[in-house]
């Protein structure tokens, strides 16, 4: 905004939506509540919010001081909510604020992911084309484990059993024609039928109903009338794209997860409201790292199935370009699992497919890879090879490692990590949570006398092997996806990420090794930064040549107004909208597809030709080659996003390249087979320019980070810490 006659503008805008939102609430009375509001920015506090498996971390963002709080709460497994409400008490009363200055909170959580993990989602009903009963059993005929691998697969059940599913007689042509009639009379007696079976989600999903959802919307009609109560999910409204399998898998998932989120968000939304008042703003990360508004959240969960590990990246972007760094992977470890992910060019990738166990939809979600490492990760010995394994059982938040004195007594990772030293035992979890090294060394030494050798090499093997394990989940979105990790640097966060970051840039040989400030509630960072989004897409399969630019220009048009809607409901005014459009691809007559990002105006510039170029780069990245073939138009979208949230933290001082102001007391650390002399770091203490010279450790409330000898830490202009071999050119 560069006038007076801007802002009055801009004012003018976020007023007539807001106004416009008014009218459909009062329009609408006796429908299901939407959220406040938002509040213009500045106007209180933001408050970030992550779920995990063994804590739950807090961020608060004081835009006016340019001040930001953490907290770090263990997390309660049988509600989440509760973790929540206990980390927002906290950081009230630690930053002397009280809950009702929080305007806005931005959740990333685990509810759809545990749900489908631990089966315990709805019963659910699902309604074919008469003919298409079975498609969810046949799936796409897939049976992993090569040639012989039907002798051994046990196939997992569908979420919508097939006894629960019912054949509706009509058919709908590919073009979106009526080919036959729904019959209504046969379809309200089936439905009586099914919801006296006690079903607790219904799912629609129609052959070709992506081309004319008629049919579909006038069964979830008849669906309504019968049981109000019921949710129903169609599947033109979840994913309006061609392959039904996929389209019907994604909305019953949809339907599977539904009541217990919407359950979760409506109870959280009002427990903030009744602490923070009727304006506070609830929005919740969907898996691609957008935010989603939380009436949207609730009516399409299947969005959040990855929203814990999203937040992690999101944070790492946001990180990464303070620091001016284009390329990283990111390397998020926690107390039960270990995320990681590859930005390039300040993008992180994503893909069209989100999996959780053996479900697979169709959402996007960012490329996260996850192993079972975590800071719990248990190790033990086989009695039959006799040979160490890490993992992926977890000693979880209960009762947690040994050296937490909450009743854990097996060795976990976090425990090695006492044992080596790198975890100094006078350090505390979260600011209050103490740790016994005694207790740890006892756990460790189980498997020391199993192994017959000394405790510290027990230690050290529990670390190494657990590296390598999160060494070879870098490998996959990196080596395996054309990517030399040595053109990458490696962000280390979450609890247990910067004890380890050394060791794995180490082992691929991705310099610098970053530790950001807060690395431990970093996710939560992601989810206070990111930005609101809402896509709306349609299948178009054509070939270019039978097209033109206009014709696609049009169409991507309409479906960025449709996407905008949601934002508009929100508050936000067209001109904070940011656009990008997604253009699936590929060469005639192959079966895979590829997706290309292009902004609006690169689309003009460049036009069909621009896209087929992309796509032709992308795939001889991916697989080493491209055709001289005609390009396949297969589906469009656009993805319309809020602009991007502001936030500039107080200036640091430099303090030079001495760093003894922050030390606050001499160690020892085990590396390479031999206890060396090292020093405590105390990061609040560290100042831009300080040079931390290896072994070291840096501790501070949510994270203790370790620097391996022959190495440095440097910090950077904004506070993170940049880990280099002693002998690189930057370290010195």
């Given at each position: 905004?560069?006038?007076t006659d801007?802002l009055?503008?801009?004012?003018?805008e976020?007023?007539?939506?807001?106004?416009?939102?008014?009218?459909?609430?009062?329009?609408d009375?006796g429908v299901?509540?939407?959220?406040?509001?938002?509040?213009?920015?500045?106007?209180?506090?933001r408050?970030g919010?992550?779920?995990?498996?063994t804590?739950?971390d807090?961020?608060m963002?004081?835009?006016k001081n340019g001040r930001t709080?953490?907290a770090?709460?263990p997390?309660?497994?049988?509600d989440?909510s509760i973790?929540v409400?206990?980390?927002i008490e906290?950081?009230?009363?630690e930053a002397?604020i009280a809950?009702?200055d929080?305007?806005e909170v931005?959740?990333?959580?685990?509810v759809?992911t545990?749900t489908v993990?631990?089966?315990?989602?709805?019963?659910v009903g699902l309604?074919?084309?008469k003919?298409y009963k079975?498609?969810?059993?046949?799936?796409?005929?897939y049976?992993?484990?090569?040639?012989g691998g039907w002798v051994?697969?046990?196939?997992t059940?569908?979420?919508?059993?097939?006894e629960?599913?019912i054949?509706?007689?009509?058919r709908m042509?590919?073009?979106?024609?009526?080919?036959?009639?729904?019959?209504?009379?046969?379809?309200r007696?089936d439905?009586?039928r099914?919801f006296?079976?006690?079903?607790?989600?219904l799912?629609?999903?129609?052959f070709?109903s992506?081309a004319n959802d008629a049919?579909?919307r006038?069964?979830?009609e008849?669906?309504r009338?019968l049981?109000?109560?019921?949710?129903?999910?169609?599947?033109?409204s979840?994913?309006?794209e061609?392959?039904?399998?996929?389209?019907?898998?994604?909305t019953?998932?949809?339907?599977?997860?539904?009541?217990?989120v919407?359950?979760?968000v409506s109870?959280?939304?009002r427990?903030?409201?009744n602490?923070?008042?009727?304006?506070?703003l609830?929005?919740?990360?969907?898996?691609?790292?957008?935010?989603s508004s939380a009436?949207?959240?609730?009516?399409q969960p299947v969005?959040?199935l990855m929203s814990?590990p999203?937040g992690?990246?999101?944070?790492?972007?946001?990180i990464?370009?303070?620091?001016k760094?284009?390329?990283?992977?990111t390397f998020?470890?926690?107390g039960t699992s270990t995320?990681?992910?590859?930005?390039?060019?300040?993008?992180?990738?994503?893909?069209?497919?989100?999996?959780v166990a053996d479900?697979i939809v169709?959402?996007?979600?960012?490329?996260?890879?996850?192993?079972?490492?975590?800071?719990?990760?248990i190790?033990?010995?086989?009695e039959?090879t006799?040979?160490?394994?890490?993992g992926p059982?977890?000693?979880?938040?209960?009762?947690?490692?040994?050296a937490?004195?909450?009743?854990g007594?097996?060795?976990t990772?976090?425990?090695?990590?006492?044992?080596?030293?790198y975890l100094?035992s006078?350090a505390?979890?979260?600011g209050?949570?103490?740790?016994?090294?005694?207790?740890?060394?006892?756990?460790?030494?189980?498997?020391?006398e199993a192994?017959?050798i000394?405790?510290?090499?027990?230690?050290e093997?529990?670390?190494?092997?657990?590296?390598e394990n999160m060494c070879?989940a870098?490998?996959?979105v990196?080596?395996?996806q054309?990517?030399d990790p040595r053109?990458?640097?490696?962000i280390?966060?979450?609890?247990?990420?910067?004890?380890?970051?050394?060791?794995?840039?180490?082992?691929?040989?991705?310099w610098?090794a970053?530790?950001?400030r807060?690395p431990?509630v970093?996710?939560?960072?992601?989810?206070a930064?990111?930005?609101l989004?809402?896509e709306?897409s349609?299948t178009?399969?054509?070939r270019v040549?039978e097209?033109?630019?206009?014709?696609?220009?049009?169409?991507l048009?309409?479906?960025r107004q449709s996407?905008a809607?949601?934002?508009?409901?929100e508050g936000v005014?067209?001109?904070e909208h940011?656009?990008?459009y997604?253009i699936d691809i590929?060469?005639?007559g192959?079966?895979?597809k590829?997706?290309?990002?292009?902004?609006p105006?690169e689309?003009?510039?460049e036009g069909?030709a621009g896209?087929?170029?992309r796509?032709?780069?992308?795939h001889?990245?991916l697989?080493?080659?491209?055709l001289?073939?005609?390009h396949?138009?297969?589906?469009?979208?656009?993805?319309v996003?809020?602009?991007e949230?502001s936030?500039?933290?107080?200036?640091?001082?430099?303090g030079?390249?001495?760093?003894?102001?922050?030390r606050?007391s001499?160690t020892?650390?085990?590396a390479?087979?031999?206890w060396?002399?090292g020093?405590?770091y105390?990061?609040?203490?560290?100042?831009?320019g300080?040079?931390i010279?290896?072994?070291?450790?840096?501790?501070?409330?949510?994270a203790t980070?370790?620097?391996?000898?022959?190495h440095?830490g440097?910090?950077?202009?904004?506070?993170?810490i940049l880990?280099?071999p002693?002998n690189h050119?930057k370290?010195?």
């Open positions: 905004m560069n006038s801007d009055i503008k801009h004012y003018e976020r007023l007539a939506a807001f106004e416009e939102r008014l009218r459909r609430m009062e329009g009375a299901a509540t939407t959220p406040a509001p938002r509040m213009r920015a500045g106007t209180g506090l408050l919010v992550d779920v995990g498996g804590f739950t807090l961020l963002l004081d835009e709080y953490t770090k709460v997390s309660t497994p049988a989440s973790g409400l206990n980390g906290k950081i009230c009363r002397g809950a009702t929080i305007t931005m959740h990333g959580t685990t759809a545990n993990l631990t089966n315990a989602g709805a019963l309604v074919t084309t003919g079975d498609v969810l059993q046949i799936a796409r005929s049976v992993p484990g090569g040639l051994i697969w046990n196939k059940p569908p979420l919508a059993p097939l629960l599913t054949e509706a007689d009509e042509g590919a073009n979106g024609e009526v080919v036959a009639q729904l019959d209504e009379a046969k379809i007696k439905l009586k099914l006296s079976e006690g079903v607790e989600a799912t629609i999903a129609l070709n992506y049919h579909e006038r069964i979830a008849i669906a009338d049981a109000p109560k019921i949710p129903v999910s169609t599947s033109a979840i994913m309006p061609m392959y039904e399998y996929e389209r019907a898998e994604t019953v998932v949809n339907s599977y997860v539904r009541p217990v919407s359950k979760y109870n959280l939304h427990e903030l409201r602490r923070m008042g009727d304006n506070v609830l929005q919740i990360l969907r898996s691609d790292g957008g935010l009436q949207l959240a609730m009516d969005n959040l814990g999203a992690g990246v999101s944070g790492a972007l946001w990464a370009k303070q620091a760094f284009e390329n990283l992977l998020d470890m926690g995320d990681v992910a590859l930005i390039q060019n300040s993008v992180a990738r994503t893909r069209r497919e989100t999996r479900v169709r959402a996007p979600s960012i490329d996260v890879r996850t192993v079972g490492a975590g800071g719990g990760s190790a033990y010995v086989p039959l006799k040979a160490l394994r890490v059982q977890s000693a979880g938040a209960d009762p947690g490692p040994a937490y004195m909450k009743g007594e097996e060795p990772v976090t425990d090695a990590n006492v044992v080596l030293g100094p006078d505390k979890l979260g209050d949570m103490e740790i016994s090294r005694e207790k740890a060394v006892a756990a460790v030494a189980k498997i020391a192994l017959s000394p405790v510290e090499e027990a230690a093997g529990i670390v190494k092997i657990v590296n070879g870098l490998r996959l990196s080596v395996d054309v990517y053109e990458f640097a490696l280390g966060f979450g609890g247990a990420g910067p004890l380890h970051a050394n060791a794995l840039a180490k082992l691929i040989n991705s610098p970053i530790i950001p807060g431990g970093l996710c939560a960072y992601g989810d930064t990111t930005r989004r809402n709306a349609q178009y399969v054509t040549a097209t033109s630019n206009g014709e696609v220009s049009k169409m048009q309409e479906l996407a809607h949601e934002l508009t409901e005014s067209t001109s940011s656009v990008f997604q590929r060469y005639r192959q079966g895979m590829l997706t290309i990002d292009i902004t105006e689309f003009e510039r069909l896209v087929g170029q796509f032709d780069q992308e001889e990245q697989f080493t080659f491209a001289d073939a005609e396949e138009l297969v589906g469009l979208r656009a993805v996003q809020d602009a949230k936030f500039i933290a107080e200036n640091q001082s430099g030079g390249i001495d760093p003894s102001a922050a606050i001499d020892r650390i085990y390479d087979g031999a060396r002399e020093h405590v105390d990061r609040n203490g560290l100042q831009p300080n040079r010279e290896g072994p070291a450790v840096v501790t501070e409330m949510d980070a370790v620097i391996l000898p022959d440095v440097v910090v950077d202009d904004v506070g993170n880990i280099w002693a050119d370290a010195r």
